[in-house]
C-alpha cells in the first residue's frame, strides 16, 4: 500500500524568505502525488498534481514541486513567501484509484512579517 | 459555477444523538468522496459513492456510520448514537467522471462536528 510521509510538522519563515515543504512518499507503483493546502476552516484547495508528465510541476500561487522516483520525494517550494501562504498543507499519493489517496498528516507554515 | 457546498459547517450533538451531514457535489460530477480530519492528522478516506451505489466503504466504521447518495439530492454522511470520539472534522471531495488516480478531487468547507 502506498504512503506519504511529510518530514515536518510546522515551518517557520519570514516574508520573502523561500518556501521548502518536504514529502516523501512509499509505493509500489507510479504514482499520482498532489499538493492540497487548507488555510483555517476553509476546504482543501489543489495547488498542484504530478500525473507522470513533466517532474517538476508549477502550481497556482507561485509554487511548484519536483519528483524525483530515485529519492521517493515530491517536495514543495516556493521562492518567495507571502503572508497569504500562512496555511496547512498536505501532501497526497494515489496510486490506482481515486478513493486510494493517502493524506500526509501536514505541514504549517507559519510566514512572518 | 459553484464549488462543492457543504452543510451544515458546525454541528454540535450530544452523545447518543444522530449527525446528518450533507454534501453536494461540484455541478458536472458524479463521484463523492467522505474524508474524516482528526485533529493534527491529516485526512482519512471513508468512502466513495457514485450515484444511487457506494463504490468502496473500507474506511468507514462498521457500526453507526452510513452514506448515500441518491439519484437527486446530496449526499448524507449518518452518524447514529454520536460518542465523543465522532468529534472531528469531515469533509466531501467530487470529482467528474474518472481519470483514475489521476483524478483531482475538488473539496468541499469541511462539516466540524463536535459531540459533547
Known amino acids: 500500500a502506498q504512503s506519504v510521509t511529510q518530514l515536518d510538522s510546522h515551518v517557520s519563515v519570514s516574508e520573502g524568505t523561500p518556501v521548502l515543504l518536504r514529502c516523501n512518499y512509499s509505493?509500489?507503483?507510479?504514482?499520482?502525488l498532489f499538493w492540497y493546502v487548507q488555510h483555517p476552516n476553509k476546504g482543501l484547495q489543489l495547488l498542484l498534481k504530478?500525473?507522470?508528465?513533466?517532474?517538476l510541476v508549477k502550481g497556482i500561487n507561485g509554487f511548484e514541486a519536483e519528483f524525483k522516483k530515485s529519492e521517493t520525494s515530491f517536495h514543495l517550494t516556493k521562492p518567495s513567501a507571502h503572508m497569504s501562504d500562512a496555511a496547512e498543507y498536505f501532501c497526497v499519493v494515489s496510486v490506482k484509484a481515486p478513493n486510494d489517496m493517502r493524506f500526509g498528516a501536514g505541514t504549517r507554515l507559519t510566514v512572518k512579517p | 459555477n459553484a464549488g462543492v457546498m457543504q452543510n451544515p459547517r458546525h454541528l454540535v450533538r450530544r452523545r447518543g444523538q444522530e449527525a446528518r451531514l450533507r454534501c453536494s457535489p461540484m455541478k458536472g460530477h458524479s463521484h463523492v468522496y467522505w474524508y474524516r480530519q482528526l485533529p493534527e492528522e491529516g485526512l482519512k478516506f471513508m468512502v466513495y459513492l457514485q450515484k444511487e451505489n457506494i463504490i468502496d466503504e473500507s474506511g468507514m466504521p462498521k457500526e453507526r456510520f452510513s452514506a448515500e447518495f441518491p439519484k437527486e439530492g446530496p449526499s448524507i454522511l449518518r452518524i447514529q448514537q454520536v460518542v465523543r470520539g465522532d468529534s472531528a472534522a469531515y469533509f466531501c471531495a467530487s470529482s467528474p467522471i474518472g481519470q483514475g488516480a489521476r483524478e483531482t478531487q475538488y473539496f468541499g468547507p469541511g462539516t466540524r462536528l463536535l459531540v459533547l
Open positions: 504530478y500525473t507522470s508528465a513533466a517532474t
Open positions: 509505493s509500489s507503483y507510479s504514482p499520482s
